[in-house]
């Protein structure tokens, strides 16, 4: 009887509204309160993160420049099968779009995109722009490759060609060290210009290490801060919060001073006499130097999802442990250890991806060997120019971080981590 | 060679201070039988916890020698004393399954794993929770909790099990029951438990002995009967039971019997148990139950006037205040029997009671 009413016709109010329009009618209120509540944040997070990170890494494929500047070339070079030159319609359009670009003093965009691809290119385009505003007409293939010999080559017209794509993944290619050749395949880049898989494994060989010094630091200062009596480690959290309220800049440039060749630390060896004059140890503007640094930085980071993990940690389980036979050394990898680990999780991951992506510590006392990938894309935003590049190697920074967060959560679950 | 009559447990001459200022625990001789159920019993601070985690080896004794089976453990580790625990919060793994906590000292002690199922599979019958070895101690109710830290204590079989206060956070019902399959359980095993409480019903329930801590030191060692009967100090019988305090000075001292002034008037003829003299206060501890109302004229040598103040209805008794000798907190428990006195605020009654439930102990405030 009870179950055919539920199941039957929609519930009804004294009113005869039905009860689902009638809840949703008396929670209104509430709803919009909280949507204008959330909207401030929102929009400001919407505006000046999400649309601009979003246009940022649309760059990594977005790929204008060729397309819009000689668009006349570009859409030749479509027909063209790659086996030979190009025809003369092809050069012809490349003579007039090269002397409309001069004269709309966008040849330099034209010619730098280009460089970035293939050396030498810059001086190529330059040139024969100018060259080419002069020439009245046709036959425009002999006469541009009169200009530059380069024209006559095929290699030239494929970098065109693979430069003129509207969207492309050679940012992708060149981040992991890879290009197109002029047949269209993917191949190695030279030699020396192989840098950024290098120093991809770098930015995770630190950031690890630094997780690593980080949480063996962290796990016995989190145990005292957890474990001792309250007006002691009141203290002990101060110490550990003080260099988390001084700036940045500071800590880091404390380092030098500490660090360097002629720094507190190699003074007091050779004064001890431990080490001699001559061999004072380069701590700084190295790969020590940034790990000694970056891991005094996000210390506390470490330190403080252990502790909130650690101080719920019934402090009798050791005791109970103990009294059923465990040593102590047992009692704790079995019974205390494994409670810790939201905290080893979300310090881990916490500091881990924090330090793959740090950029003001690296920069200032890394030296070369101590360069991470941030600093590589700084470069490339600020110097070189190179945004797409910049924004590839940015992209492959946040998928990375994306899939160890995927991972963690696959392994321990997310809903398992604790920050405090 | 350890007799089997011999204590399992001997506290000689212990001490105990935290600070170096203060001692927790003064002068503790104390001697546990095997198989015996023993209740420290006190208020917070009086020691008892301390002497259940010396005896555990969580705190050392700071003098005297406690031993187990005859050998000193001073210095024997906690984990190698082979005492089982049981922790005022339980303390169970929340990481391990009900099964593997109580696999837990099993495996630490190197066992198969078919005998250590075979055990953990005992011990929780033992404790009628067969169906939850898989479960999270999270996911089971504090009764069940409870068993689960009693089932682990257990499993080990070890000679003896210490529990500290460890029904302090279930409810007043349950917690009744936990009592009774506490001591079931002791019955069957004839473990010897050693339990520590500030609850003293249920100290008097569960106990073979009770000791009552006080102030660091033990002030009475007696079977509860014993204990709730015949206090030997004014302590005790405070602490244990209600109890009415009239307080006075002694008249005369004849043997047993001794003769005490009330404050407000009055001499009341009682037993003389702990008094220091003629002429010395005294107080006298008379058991609410105890008090006749109306007795028969020359049935006992205490009759005075007293004035009801207060009727609580109890149910199976009435509380009945009264004022006698100048004490207005004099408490009468009127069973509700057919035909009992029926008592109105106001009236004035015969209030009397005998010399030997009345004892005349010293003085505590």
Same mark, same amino acid.
């Given at each position: 009887?009870?179950?055919?009413? &539920? $199941?039957?016709?929609?519930?009804?109010?004294?009113?005869?509204?039905?009860?689902?329009?009638?809840?949703?009618?008396?929670?209104?209120? $509430?709803?919009?309160?909280?949507?204008?509540?959330?909207?401030?944040?929102?929009?400001?997070?919407?505006?000046?993160? #999400?649309?601009?990170?979003?246009?940022?890494?649309?760059?990594?494929?977005?790929?204008?420049?060729?397309?819009?500047?000689?668009?006349?070339?570009?859409?030749?070079?479509?027909?063209?099968?790659?086996?030979?030159?190009?025809?003369?319609?092809?050069?012809?359009?490349?003579?007039?779009?090269?002397?409309?670009?001069?004269?709309?003093?966008?040849?330099?965009?034209?010619?730098?995109?280009?460089?970035?691809?293939?050396?030498?290119?810059?001086?190529?385009?330059?040139?024969?722009?100018?060259?080419?505003?002069?020439?009245?007409?046709?036959?425009?293939?002999?006469?541009?490759?009169?200009?530059?010999?380069?024209?006559?080559?095929?290699?030239?017209?494929?970098?065109?060609?693979?430069?003129?794509?509207?969207?492309?993944?050679?940012?992708?290619?060149?981040?992991?060290?890879?290009?197109?050749?002029?047949?269209?395949?993917? #191949?190695?880049?030279?030699?020396?210009?192989?840098?950024?898989?290098?120093?991809?494994?770098?930015?995770?060989?630190?950031?690890?290490?630094?997780?690593?010094?980080?949480?063996?630091?962290?796990?016995?200062?989190?145990?005292?801060?957890?474990?001792?009596?309250?007006?002691?480690?009141?203290?002990?959290?101060?110490?550990?919060?003080?260099?988390?309220?001084?700036?940045?800049?500071?800590?880091?440039?404390?380092?030098?001073?500490?660090?360097? $060749?002629?720094?507190?630390?190699?003074?007091?060896?050779?004064?001890?006499?431990?080490?001699?004059?001559?061999?004072?140890?380069?701590? #700084?503007?190295?790969? &020590?130097?940034?790990?000694?640094?970056?891991?005094?930085?996000?210390?506390?980071?470490?330190?403080?999802?252990?502790?909130?993990?650690?101080?719920?940690?019934?402090?009798?389980?050791?005791?109970?442990?103990?009294?059923?036979?465990?040593?102590? &050394?047992?009692?704790?990898?079995?019974?205390?250890?494994?409670?810790?680990?939201?905290?080893?999780?979300?310090?881990?991951?916490?500091?881990?991806?924090?330090?793959?992506?740090?950029?003001?510590?690296?920069?200032?006392?890394?030296?070369?060997?101590?360069?991470?990938?941030?600093?590589?894309?700084?470069?490339?935003?600020?110097? $070189?120019?190179?945004?797409?590049?910049?924004?590839?190697?940015?992209?492959?920074?946040?998928?990375?971080?994306?899939?160890?967060?995927?991972?963690?959560?696959?392994?321990?679950?997310?809903?398992?981590?604790?920050?405090? | 060679?350890? +007799?089997?009559?011999?204590?399992?447990?001997?506290?000689?001459?212990?001490?105990?201070?935290?600070?170096?200022?203060?001692?927790?625990?003064?002068?503790?001789?104390?001697?546990?039988?095997?198989?015996?159920?023993?209740?420290?019993?006190?208020?917070?601070?009086?020691?008892?916890?301390?002497?259940?985690?010396?005896?555990?080896?969580?705190?050392?004794?700071?003098?005297?020698?406690?031993?187990?089976?005859?050998?000193?453990?001073?210095?024997?580790?906690?984990?190698?004393?082979?005492?089982?625990?049981?922790?005022?919060?339980?303390?169970?793994?929340?990481?391990?399954?009900?099964?593997? %906590?109580?696999?837990?000292?099993?495996?630490?002690?190197?066992?198969?794993?078919?005998?250590?199922? +075979?055990?953990?599979?005992?011990?929780?019958?033992?404790?009628? @929770? *067969?169906?939850?070895?898989?479960?999270?101690?999270?996911?089971?109710?504090?009764?069940?909790?409870?068993?689960?830290?009693?089932?682990?204590?257990?499993?080990?079989?070890?000679?003896?099990? @210490?529990?500290?206060?460890?029904?302090?956070?279930?409810?007043?019902?349950?917690?009744?029951?936990?009592?009774?399959?506490?001591?079931?359980?002791?019955?069957?095993?004839?473990?010897?438990?050693?339990?520590?409480?500030?609850?003293?019903?249920?100290?008097?329930?569960?106990? %073979?002995?009770?000791?009552?801590?006080?102030?660091?030191?033990?002030?009475?060692?007696?079977?509860?009967?014993? @204990?709730?009967?015949?206090?030997? %100090?004014?302590?005790?019988?405070?602490?244990? *039971?209600?109890?009415?305090?009239?307080?006075?000075?002694?008249?005369?001292? %004849?043997?047993?019997?001794?003769?005490?002034?009330?404050?407000?008037?009055?001499?009341?003829?009682?037993?003389?148990?702990?008094?220091?003299?003629?002429?010395?206060?005294?107080?006298?501890?008379?058991?609410?139950?105890?008090?006749?109302?109306?007795?028969?004229? *020359?049935?006992?040598?205490?009759?005075?006037?007293?004035?009801?103040?207060?009727?609580?209805?109890?149910?199976?008794?009435?509380?009945?205040?009264?004022?006698?000798?100048?004490?207005?907190?004099?408490?009468?428990?009127?069973?509700?029997?057919? *035909?009992?006195?029926? @008592?109105?605020?106001?009236?004035?009654?015969?209030?009397?009671?005998?010399?030997?439930?009345?004892?005349?102990?010293?003085?505590?405030?």
């Amino acid at each position: 009887m009870a179950m055919a009413e &539920t $199941s039957g016709a929609p519930i009804l109010t004294v009113d005869g509204v039905p009860l689902k329009t009638q809840l949703r009618r008396a929670t209104q209120r $509430s709803r919009w309160r909280a949507i204008g509540l959330v909207a401030p944040l929102f929009l400001f997070v919407l505006v000046t993160f #999400i649309v601009p990170i979003g246009d940022m890494l649309f760059r990594s494929v977005d790929n204008p420049t060729l397309t819009q500047f000689i668009p006349n070339t570009v859409k030749a070079l479509d027909r063209w099968n790659g086996r030979q030159l190009p025809d003369e319609l092809t050069f012809e359009a490349l003579a007039k779009d090269l002397k409309l670009a001069r004269m709309g003093q966008t040849i330099g965009r034209v010619a730098s995109r280009l460089n970035f691809e293939s050396g030498g290119m810059r001086s190529l385009i330059t040139r024969s722009a100018r060259k080419a505003s002069k020439l009245r007409h046709g036959p425009y293939k002999e006469a541009m490759i009169k200009i530059d010999k380069r024209w006559g080559q095929r290699e030239t017209w494929a970098t065109i060609k693979l430069v003129g794509q509207r969207y492309t993944v050679v940012h992708y290619l060149a981040s992991v060290d890879r290009k197109f050749n002029s047949d269209g395949d993917i #191949i190695m880049q030279p030699e020396v210009r192989q840098i950024y898989v290098q120093i991809f494994n770098r930015t995770l060989w630190i950031s690890l290490l630094v997780t690593v010094i980080c949480l063996v630091l962290a796990y016995p200062i989190a145990y005292l801060l957890a474990t001792l009596p309250m007006k002691t480690s009141n203290l002990l959290m101060i110490l550990v919060l003080l260099p988390f309220w001084t700036s940045l800049l500071v800590r880091t440039t404390t380092w030098i001073v500490l660090l360097q $060749s002629n720094g507190v630390i190699n003074d007091l060896l050779v004064w001890i006499g431990i080490i001699s004059e001559e061999g004072r140890i380069r701590m #700084i503007y190295n790969m &020590t130097g940034t790990v000694i640094a970056m891991t005094q930085i996000l210390l506390p980071f470490m330190v403080l999802p252990l502790y909130s993990v650690m101080k719920t940690i019934n402090p009798y389980h050791m005791r109970a442990a103990q009294s059923l036979g465990a040593n102590p &050394t047992r009692a704790f990898w079995k019974v205390y250890a494994p409670q810790t680990i939201p905290g080893v999780g979300a310090g881990s991951l916490l500091v881990f991806i924090l330090s793959v992506g740090y950029y003001i510590t690296p920069a200032l006392v890394g030296g070369a060997s101590g360069q991470m990938i941030s600093n590589f894309i700084a470069y490339h935003m600020k110097s $070189s120019l190179n945004w797409g590049l910049a924004a590839a190697l940015g992209t492959i920074l946040l998928g990375g971080v994306l899939i160890l967060y995927w991972l963690y959560n696959r392994l321990v679950g997310i809903d398992n981590m604790k920050l405090g | 060679m350890v +007799a089997e009559n011999d204590p399992l447990v001997r506290f000689i001459d212990v001490q105990k201070s935290y600070d170096g200022e203060i001692l927790v625990v003064k002068k503790l001789n104390l001697d546990i039988a095997r198989g015996e159920f023993l209740t420290m019993l006190g208020p917070s601070g009086s020691g008892k916890t301390t002497c259940l985690m010396m005896l555990a080896g969580f705190e050392p004794a700071t003098h005297g020698e406690i031993t187990l089976a005859g050998k000193p453990i001073n210095n024997v580790a906690p984990h190698k004393r082979g005492i089982g625990m049981v922790f005022q919060n339980y303390a169970l793994f929340p990481h391990m399954t009900v099964a593997e %906590n109580l696999a837990f000292p099993l495996q630490v002690r190197g066992m198969s794993k078919a005998d250590t199922e +075979a055990k953990v599979k005992k011990a929780l019958d033992m404790v009628q @929770l *067969g169906d939850f070895g898989h479960r999270r101690p999270g996911q089971l109710s504090g009764g069940q909790q409870q068993r689960v830290a009693v089932a682990r204590a257990l499993v080990f079989d070890p000679d003896l099990v @210490l529990m500290d206060e460890p029904l302090g956070a279930l409810d007043k019902q349950l917690r009744e029951q936990m009592q009774y399959e506490i001591k079931h359980i002791h019955q069957s095993l004839g473990v010897t438990v050693v339990y520590v409480t500030h609850d003293q019903s249920e100290a008097l329930t569960m106990s %073979n002995r009770i000791a009552v801590f006080n102030d660091g030191i033990i002030q009475q060692l007696a079977s509860p009967d014993n @204990l709730y009967e015949r206090p030997e %100090n004014a302590f005790v019988a405070q602490f244990i *039971g209600e109890n009415n305090k009239l307080l006075g000075n002694v008249k005369s001292v %004849n043997g047993q019997s001794c003769e005490i002034e009330v404050d407000g008037g009055g001499v009341v003829t009682a037993l003389s148990v702990n008094v220091a003299g003629p002429g010395e206060r005294a107080s006298l501890s008379l058991r609410p139950e105890r008090v006749i109302i109306n007795p028969e004229i *020359g049935s006992c040598p205490n009759v005075f006037d007293g004035r009801v103040e207060e009727l609580i209805y109890l149910g199976d008794h009435i509380r009945t205040r009264v004022n006698v000798c100048g004490h207005d907190d004099f408490v009468v428990k009127v069973p509700n029997a057919s *035909g009992h006195a029926q @008592l109105q605020e106001g009236n004035t009654v015969k209030v009397g009671w005998t010399m030997e439930d009345c004892r005349a102990l010293d003085i505590y405030e």
